[in-house]
């Protein structure tokens, strides 16, 4: 009896660690139960440095970091899906920048906020089920990434460090592909990074050229069959839990 009591404990426990490691399912067909989850990190916890764009330093507030795509895979895309849509939106961002790196200043947490894409990646295979840890993304290129690794077929838009970098002359360009959390070092409020998986009907995403998060978000709009959310937190200010 005490033997079957640890067993059964020991089930539930690790269930319990998986489903903190899964995100949130939106399932727009009955009997769909779509997963997204993350080796890297769970649900609604810390993502960690490696993963970011910039990462804590307790001199210069912040120092450029490893810039690694997280790990992430997936389960129960429906069959009649003939794509898979993955973005990355950051929901926490500062509507005015006044603050934002400002030695002796604060961006407090009561600035109306608004949503920063960090990833957006589209035609993704339905056979595809994983994205392996720096698989996409290994380091910061100046400038942005031309031509982002990615799974066969798929292709990568803009993300909006093409507009924050817009007026730097080293770092101004078109940014692809993944490029990880940077919030300001001064901000108060923890940001929260979603990563958001779309099964879709659409053989190819109707946009072209350099495509934004906005545009997918719009184009796929009436045909998402299943959907699935993951996220994760990230700070560059000490204050911030």
Known sequence: ???????????VAAREAQCARMGETNARSEGVHVQLMSANFGHNQPIPAQYAFGAPDPVAHLVLSANRNPHLRWTGVPST???LVLLCVDSD?????DDVNQEGRVVPADLPRTEFFHW??????????????GACSDGIVGKGKQQPKGPAGSRQGLNDYTLWFAADADMGGKYFGYDGPCPPWNDVL?????????????????????????QVRQAIARHVLAEAKLTGTYSLNPSVK
């Open 1 to 11: 009896m005490l033997l079957a009591a640890m067993l059964r404990s020991r089930r």
């Open 81 to 83: 899906a003939k794509s």
């Open 93 to 97: 961002v500062p509507t005015k920048a």
């Open 120 to 133: 957006v990646m589209v035609d993704i295979a339905p056979t595809v089920s994983e994205l392996k840890a």
């Open 190 to 214: 923890l940001h929260h990074y979603h990563f958001i998986l779309y099964a879709t009907d659409l053989a190819r995403c109707p946009v072209e050229g350099d495509f934004t998060g906005a």
